[in-house]
């Protein structure tokens, strides 16, 4: 449970992230919303890296799916297929 919070909050981090603060850094001229929402978004990053390998760990994973587990956390919503889907 604990990891599919941090996969949807770190999901969400990255696409208010992408979405949000960083056009208003590059067109409107105002970093303040990357400065918010970058260190948060690292933090949850980390966190989910974590996460997945204590999951990985604990459930015994072969290293090709902890490093499928890592790889998606680098895509916009590849946590929450993980979170969702751990047999992928």
Do not use: D, Q
Not at 30 to 51: N, Q, R, S
């Amino acid at each position: 449970m604990l990891f599919t919070i941090i996969a949807y909050l770190e999901v969400t981090s990255y696409l208010l992230l992408l979405l949000v603060a960083v056009p208003l850094k590059y067109f409107a001229t105002e970093p303040l919303g990357v400065k918010i929402l970058g260190p948060i978004h690292g933090v949850l990053f980390v966190a989910y890296c974590f996460m997945v390998i204590r999951r990985s760990n604990a459930e015994g994973w072969p290293w090709r799916k902890t490093f499928w587990g890592l790889f998606a956390g680098i895509l916009p919503l590849g946590p929450i297929k993980i979170a969702k889907n751990p047999n992928v």
